[in-house]
């Protein structure tokens, strides 16, 4: 099979773990007789560097006419002092709505091999964790309406919080059938005491609930939520949130396995058609050094080849050869411990590669 896959490298340690994600890549295309077609574009501070927009046309034109999209990571201090709507990750914002990717899947895993950098408490995460976080994404408060009035109290800012019946309908069957192949468990979080936009996202998720028999709908409010995520991890199967509150809980859970250069993330759109990232950031105090982890871009990857493109055993080669490296006591810089064998980015990537 042939696939076309766009690779956003982006900015500081991006294009170095991007590097070796592909690496790997071929090593599965070599093995199974696949064909993985990469259109390099740019996004993120090097594409204003280059063309002085964040999202150039091109790129978004680019990634539409692929199978998929493997992002690295953008922004950087560099840009930091640029306005907001011109900043570095108002490309994620861009791609998002461009491509239709209205579901962020965040696994938080807490691989045995690494069990001793979670912060918890080691009865708590006994016998592992393995949560999925499902949050909207091209709704919610990010997309409203925003803007700056004057008051009785000098300039006020304000953004709007604001879902449609149909948004929260669709994330949550997304929901809902990730729970029916896991643990058949779904915890809705919003902040329904409150919020309008809460009780209508709280309403029309029990409707979907209906269709899903075999599946536990349980509603937390958000700050419930926090706390259970570090109480009683293990509770949790499958969370669907909204946009702001998920992008708040899928850092915690990812915190919660205490090793964020491990973790993945999909964001869907209708079709299967999606696109790729890690969840951790660009890390341009380390850029170019060969420090960075590829990890998580790498089973970032591997959740490609089994969402968008229907190969599971090839994912599962993906995320066994990791598993086999930490295994044998290799380990980055981030989740180095005394006893295990130091390696780089490159270093990483091939080992990795050699176990497909």
């Not at 918890?120 to 091209?138: A, S």
């Not at 380390?286 to 982890?293: F, L, S």
Request: negative net charge; aromatic residues 8%; contains cysteine.
């Amino acid at each position: 099979m042939n696939y076309r896959i766009a690779l956003i490298p982006g900015d500081g340690i991006g294009p170095e773990v991007v590097t070796e994600t592909v690496k790997v890549l071929d090593k599965i295309a070599e093995k199974y007789q696949h064909q993985f077609d990469y259109t390099k574009v740019l996004a993120g501070g090097c594409a204003i560097d280059e063309t002085g927009a964040c999202l150039p046309q091109e790129t978004i034109d680019t990634c539409k006419e692929s199978d998929a999209v493997l992002l690295g990571a953008v922004g950087g201090w560099k840009w930091d002092t640029l306005p907001g709507d011109q900043r570095p990750e108002r490309a994620l914002l861009g791609l998002r709505k461009e491509l239709g990717l209205f579901a962020n899947l965040r696994p938080a895993i807490l691989f045995d091999e690494l069990a001793d950098a979670c912060p918890l408490k080691p009865e708590i995460v006994e016998g592992g964790l393995d949560i999925v976080v499902v949050r909207e994404l091209t709704g919610g408060i990010y997309f409203g309406e925003k803007g700056f009035k004057q008051t009785d109290l000098g300039l006020a800012a304000y953004d709007v919080e604001q879902y449609a019946e149909e948004e929260v309908r669709r994330i949550a069957v997304v929901a809902f059938d990730m729970a029916m192949k896991r643990n058949k468990k779904v915890t809705s979080v919003d902040k329904a005491n409150v919020l309008e936009s809460s009780r209508l996202w709280r309403r029309v998720v029990a409707e979907v609930a209906k269709d899903y028999p075999e599946v536990t709908l349980e509603n937390l409010y958000i700050d419930n939520a926090t706390m259970q995520l570090v109480k009683n991890p293990k509770q949790f199967d499958v969370i669907v949130t909204s946009n702001i509150f998920g992008d708040i809980l899928s850092d915690e859970a990812s915190m919660i396995t205490g090793s964020i250069g491990m973790l993945p993330s999909a964001s869907l759109a209708k079709g299967n058609f999606g696109m790729y990232e890690p969840v951790h950031g660009s890390a341009p105090d380390i850029a170019g050094q060969n420090k960075a982890n590829p990890m998580a871009t790498i089973l970032s990857a591997a959740m490609m080849l089994r969402y968008t493109f229907g190969l599971s055993a090839e994912a599962d080669d993906m995320e066994t050869a990791v598993k086999s490296v930490l295994a044998k006591g290799y380990r980055t810089p981030d989740i180095f411990t005394e006893g295990m064998k130091a390696i780089g980015t490159r270093e990483a990537g091939d080992l990795i590669a050699a176990e497909i």
